[in-house]
């Protein structure tokens, strides 16, 4: 899912990307999204943000092709101006590109399919490994604090 959305922002022409709500955090997932898992599931999200590309319509093309060659079910609204482009399958759950996130930003998010497990524990657990210094997928980019000594 990390892998995807950092994927996806090597398609564009675009520089400056940053993780707008920090790492990769799970989430409960709802009981119509845990197909059949049992009532402990989680899923992975995570997004990064960049100053807006120039060409909104040629990028959203481009990120709802590259999607597509993944085995992506995509759909994209306003094609026309400010397109955001939808994926779902492959390799997450869901995902979105919108070119006209807020404060004039581009925005890639994914999300993963859901799995068992207590969001609240795997995300005790990952800020557990962060405090030991361990780098997680979708630390990059955030400022972590050197493990304790």
């Given at each position: 899912m990390v892998e995807l959305v950092f994927n996806t922002a090597e398609q564009l022409d675009v520089t400056g990307?940053?993780?707008?709500?920090g790492s990769a955090g799970a989430r409960e997932c709802t009981p119509e999204s845990s197909h059949g898992l049992g009532d402990a599931t989680a899923s992975y999200s995570y997004d990064?943000?960049?100053p807006q590309g120039t060409d909104h319509v040629e990028d959203a093309q481009r990120v709802a092709e590259y999607w597509e060659s993944l085995g992506m079910s995509v759909r994209t609204i306003?094609?026309?101006?400010?397109?955001?482009?939808?994926?779902?399958?492959g390799p997450v759950l869901r995902a979105e590109f919108d070119t006209d996130a807020p404060e004039q930003s581009y925005s890639?998010?994914?999300?993963?399919?859901?799995s068992p497990g207590d969001a609240f524990t795997l995300n005790e657990e990952d800020s557990a490994e962060r405090d030991q210094g361990?780098?997680?997928?979708?630390?990059?980019?955030?400022?972590?604090?050197?493990?304790?000594q």
């Open positions: 990307w940053w993780p707008r709500n990064r943000w960049a306003n094609p026309t101006k400010d397109p955001v482009v939808f994926g779902e399958g890639i998010g994914a999300t993963a399919p859901c361990k780098v997680l997928p979708g630390d990059e980019g955030l400022v972590l604090q050197d493990p304790p």
